[in-house]
């Protein structure tokens, strides 16, 4: 299995994506939340504030088979 919830693909761009956070929010993506997703295998993004265009900037770096961008907006929370 190369994709799913706890392959190490998905821990690979879960990283990426901790790491790419700066780059992403110059290039018009601020991330919100993301982690795995259940359902599809992939990893879930949510934006900060959504957009096609910060979709695309998304599904250009890591690629649609690997990542699912979620159409609803989420901030981190913390308490």
Do not use: C
């Amino acid at each position: 299995m190369t994709q799913g919830p706890g392959t190490p693909r998905n821990a690979e761009i879960m990283r990426q994506l901790a790491a790419d956070r700066g780059w992403l929010a110059e290039h018009g993506a601020e991330l919100g939340q993301w982690g795995p997703d259940l359902v599809s295998g992939k990893v879930r993004i949510y934006l900060a504030h959504y957009s096609e265009e910060a979709r695309q900037v998304l599904i250009d770096r890591y690629g649609e088979e690997d990542i699912v961008v979620d159409t609803e907006s989420r901030r981190f929370r913390f308490t």
